[in-house]
């Protein structure tokens, strides 16, 4: 862990540096590139022998049937089912809140202008495989799918190596409402879902995590295809907040979740308290000593920050720089804090608010920009599946409210025919009040 | 133009294709990246001698003075100051509408989840040069900039030879509440704002339109930078629907307007009705006689298309399929149709709602999504300025509430550190209780 107290200003641009791990970028996009040429050529044949090669995984058919989602529920504990459910509630009642009423204003006489947010006919969502089976995403993307009203929701997940996938995942899925599910994974995944195959639909978005070949695939898609994405990617981060009155074992537990992400995963303490700092420390280590996978989570520890300033307006303002993708503010006066935000994914006000509330459960979305990227994205939310359609209607009254300034602007920017269009409906109605 | 009469649904896909022109991208992404390696060494001096280069332009300064903005008002008419008025309070009235109320719902109990809509600190806006000085497209970004409450709005736009920029441009600018404005264009100046220079500040967003070095920067921006875009270009296109109750001389004029863009934008007819499509024929070629830049217009009407289906019922299939950047619906039934809308950009309604209406002053927004992305993409609206940041807040009773859902979760997706992240702040609650 690296300990900065008061770090003169020159320093903090530094100090807000993530350190992404360098990947072998050019050779990720060569692989992807290959995939999604062989997956435009050959289809759902291509996708089956990238999942025979990378998985070992031999299905009959990349479509997951009825009568495997229905065995999973069978598979998993009535415990997890039950979380599931509570989960997919909580993330629902926030979600459906969202929804936009119809936006109508008469600009002026004669001229309606209104907006709506209709649903993206169909998505897809990407849920990594592998050890820990990422149900809460599913819940996280699914859920508000289908409070948009997306006609399809389609969902690629890798199968193990004997054919199936995770129950838990084919539970969340169900619960969410996802329509149809593909046992497939990696570039290939993406590629069948932005391209289409024979049995995949073509899908409009693209949402969900991954590692660096569905994230670059992911990229392909935006740009071969115009397909849209989520957000852009980055290791998950989070900065804590804390004031005198914070307790350092919360704080710690929240840097150790978050160590937890993986290795390149950052926490960061801003804190005006000496005092909370060290106790946070010797808190870590305390905590760390009885956890799992120490060695990942110690290696995380090592880029992460414990920064020392001399206000909490200091803390604000280096905050608002960093755009953490989870913000947790540990202080007395929390409420107050939070409504100077202006960049973050996700805010957890106050001591009780820790981020595996919203990892989870509390209704908020968990897929959120990181990387500073939260000075300009949102998070996933109920628009993520929408798109915002707006509507004019002209009466023969909007049409000579509008007229003359239309005209002037038309022809002032060289747009004679522009022009014509408003005129000739001008004269049309001139015409039929003279007869 | 083409005609086609009933085709086959087999052939609806070819119909709904756009035929862009295939440009020299290889070329032009090798320009774009050396344009953005010498903006990224050598700042101000790299825009300047880019500038002096393509232009010719030579300036003191890259910034417009107060003193340049101020004349430019006394440089044009005041017919045309007030047109851009007008327009800019339509546009002000709609775009205000759309500001978002917080949402807040109580997911269990003590568990606030909240959701506010907050300005992007830092935008930019490209303004095109050229012959046709685009102030239109200024209001259009500008506006809604100001309305969100993003504190710097950034605006590049190419001087002329002389070094001047046009004066409406400039006159737009100050009305829209534009607060920063550089003389400078294509791909350097993409550059300089997502990268930021001495003098030019980094923006986390760029917006506008621009020729295909402009375009291929915007891509770089985001790929290297993370720079979020407005969304991905293509040219501009307009699909009118028409029954046999609507004026050819309307639907001629509206073809004609849209052809005016340029030789690579399209217009598509779809109708039920043979004698409207036949008589919308005629019209286009009696009008187009008495515009100007009739030849490129030529070129455009080559790939525009007029079609009539079996249905009103078919012709709105067609035309979601399609996902129109501007759809003008020019039937007796139009506010019913409008319903049926599930992708498109902006939709005119009814014969006396011209797209030129949207282009420049209804309140609407014209930067639109072309080439099929209205599928998944919105236009420009005051979302585009904004981010939507979530929040929680958790008290002890919410503790209670969730911590069994979430430690279950956490547990079963191997996220240890997740679930005692929880655990420490129930237990602590335990402990308080006790005392």
Same mark, same amino acid.
């Given at each position: 862990m690296e300990i900065h107290i008061l770090p003169e200003r020159g320093l903090w641009p530094g100090l807000s540096r993530r350190d992404a791990?360098?990947?072998?970028? !050019?050779? +990720?996009?060569?692989?992807?590139?290959? %995939?999604?040429?062989? %997956?435009? +050529?050959?289809?759902?044949?291509?996708?089956? #022998?990238? /999942?025979?090669?990378?998985?070992?995984? %031999?299905? !009959?058919?990349?479509?997951?049937?009825?009568? &495997?989602?229905? &065995?999973?529920?069978?598979?998993?504990t009535a415990e997890l089912k039950e979380s599931i459910e509570k989960a997919a509630a909580n993330i629902a009642a926030f979600h459906g809140a969202q929804k936009m009423h119809r936006v109508e204003v008469e600009t002026v006489p004669g001229v309606v202008c209104s907006q709506r947010q209709v649903p993206i006919d169909t998505v897809?969502?990407?849920?990594?495989?592998?050890?820990?089976?990422?149900?809460? +995403?599913?819940?996280?993307?699914?859920?508000?799918?289908?409070?948009?009203g997306c006609r399809r929701v389609v969902m690629a997940t890798p199968a193990d190596a004997t054919g199936k996938v995770h129950p838990a995942i084919l539970y969340a899925a169900q619960i969410a409402g996802v329509t149809d599910i593909y046992a497939m994974g990696g570039a290939q995944a993406i590629a069948a879902m932005a391209l289409g195959t024979e049995s995949v639909p073509r899908v409009y978005k693209i949402f969900g995590p991954g590692n660096r070949f569905v994230m670059e695939a992911k990229q392909l898609a935006c740009y071969r295809r115009g397909t849209a994405l989520d957000m852009p990617a980055g290791p998950s981060e989070v900065m804590v907040i804390a004031d005198k009155t914070a307790s350092a074992e919360f704080i710690a537990a929240d840097f150790l979740s978050q160590a937890e992400h993986g290795p390149d995963s950052q926490s960061i303490l801003l804190t005006d308290s000496r005092e909370v700092l060290d106790a946070t420390v010797n808190e870590i280590e305390r905590q760390l000593s009885?956890?799992?996978?120490?060695?990942?989570?110690?290696?995380?520890? !090592?880029?992460?920050?414990?920064?020392?300033?001399?206000?909490?307006? /200091?803390?604000? /303002?280096?905050?608002?720089?960093?755009?953490? #993708?989870?913000?947790?503010?540990?202080?007395?006066?929390? /409420?107050?804090?939070?409504? &100077?935000?202006r960049s973050a994914g996700s805010v957890f006000i106050g001591q009780w608010s820790t981020e595996s509330a919203g990892d989870y459960a509390s209704g908020t979305n968990h897929t959120l920009p990181t990387s500073g990227y939260a000075t300009a994205y949102s998070g996933v939310n109920l628009d993520s599946f929408c798109k915002k359609i707006t509507y004019q209607r002209l009466t023969p009254e909007g049409v000579e409210s509008l007229a003359p300034t239309v005209m002037v602007m038309a022809k002032a920017e060289g747009l004679e025919a522009h022009s014509r269009a408003m005129e000739v409906r001008k004269e049309a109605l001139k015409k039929s009040a003279l007869c």
């Amino acid at each position: 862990m690296e300990i900065h107290i008061l770090p003169e200003r020159g320093l903090w641009p530094g100090l807000s540096r993530r350190d992404a791990v360098a990947e072998a970028h !050019e050779e +990720t996009a060569r692989i992807v590139a290959e %995939v999604f040429d062989n %997956v435009a +050529t050959y289809g759902d044949k291509a996708v089956r #022998e990238y /999942e025979k090669k990378f998985t070992g995984a %031999v299905r !009959e058919s990349l479509r997951v049937a009825e009568d &495997e989602i229905y &065995e999973a529920a069978g598979m998993i504990t009535a415990e997890l089912k039950e979380s599931i459910e509570k989960a997919a509630a909580n993330i629902a009642a926030f979600h459906g809140a969202q929804k936009m009423h119809r936006v109508e204003v008469e600009t002026v006489p004669g001229v309606v202008c209104s907006q709506r947010q209709v649903p993206i006919d169909t998505v897809g969502l990407y849920v990594p495989g592998g050890n820990s089976p990422l149900f809460s +995403t599913i819940l996280m993307l699914g859920v508000p799918a289908r409070i948009a009203g997306c006609r399809r929701v389609v969902m690629a997940t890798p199968a193990d190596a004997t054919g199936k996938v995770h129950p838990a995942i084919l539970y969340a899925a169900q619960i969410a409402g996802v329509t149809d599910i593909y046992a497939m994974g990696g570039a290939q995944a993406i590629a069948a879902m932005a391209l289409g195959t024979e049995s995949v639909p073509r899908v409009y978005k693209i949402f969900g995590p991954g590692n660096r070949f569905v994230m670059e695939a992911k990229q392909l898609a935006c740009y071969r295809r115009g397909t849209a994405l989520d957000m852009p990617a980055g290791p998950s981060e989070v900065m804590v907040i804390a004031d005198k009155t914070a307790s350092a074992e919360f704080i710690a537990a929240d840097f150790l979740s978050q160590a937890e992400h993986g290795p390149d995963s950052q926490s960061i303490l801003l804190t005006d308290s000496r005092e909370v700092l060290d106790a946070t420390v010797n808190e870590i280590e305390r905590q760390l000593s009885s956890l799992p996978r120490r060695e990942m989570m110690q290696k995380s520890l !090592e880029h992460s920050r414990l920064i020392q300033l001399g206000s909490m307006a /200091e803390v604000m /303002e280096f905050a608002n720089a960093y755009a953490p #993708e989870h913000l947790i503010i540990n202080t007395a006066d929390a /409420e107050a804090l939070a409504g &100077e935000v202006r960049s973050a994914g996700s805010v957890f006000i106050g001591q009780w608010s820790t981020e595996s509330a919203g990892d989870y459960a509390s209704g908020t979305n968990h897929t959120l920009p990181t990387s500073g990227y939260a000075t300009a994205y949102s998070g996933v939310n109920l628009d993520s599946f929408c798109k915002k359609i707006t509507y004019q209607r002209l009466t023969p009254e909007g049409v000579e409210s509008l007229a003359p300034t239309v005209m002037v602007m038309a022809k002032a920017e060289g747009l004679e025919a522009h022009s014509r269009a408003m005129e000739v409906r001008k004269e049309a109605l001139k015409k039929s009040a003279l007869c």
